[in-house]
């Protein structure tokens, strides 16, 4: 499985950004999509999940402000971000866990000024 993800960008505190991540395969109904971030120097964290059932997690740290979703006809994930903080800042991944198999992004830059 590929994915692609994109819509990364430069934006400034309390704008919004749409994150999507696009996978060369339907995901079944048993794949948990979601979205990871890698600050500079810092480990990778997750930001959001989705099960197939449409069940999210989110990090306490964007609750409320990020939105996971997903579009299984067109193979696609979603993050939306809005009310970002300069914290946002980061390298974006997203992700497939199949089974036992889990499936990365390439990553798209998140960059929030202030």
């Known amino acids: 499985v590929q994915l692609q993800a994109s819509g990364g960008g430069l934006v400034r505190v309390g704008g919004s950004l749409t994150l999507s991540c696009a996978a060369s395969?339907?995901?079944?109904?048993?794949?948990?999509t979601g979205w990871y971030r890698q600050a500079p120097g810092k480990q990778r964290e997750l930001v959001a999940t989705?099960?197939?059932?449409?069940?999210?997690k989110y990090a306490s740290s964007v609750k409320g402000r990020f939105a996971i979703s997903r579009d299984n006809t067109k193979n696609t994930t979603y993050l939306q971000m809005n009310s970002l903080e300069p914290d946002d800042t980061a390298v974006y991944y997203c992700?497939?866990?199949?089974?036992?198999?889990?499936?990365w992004g390439q990553g798209t830059l998140v960059t929030v000024s202030s």
């Open positions: 395969r339907r995901a079944l109904s048993s794949t948990t």
């Open positions: 992700n497939e866990l199949r089974g036992s198999y889990s499936y």
């Open positions: 989705i099960t197939g059932g449409g069940r999210t």
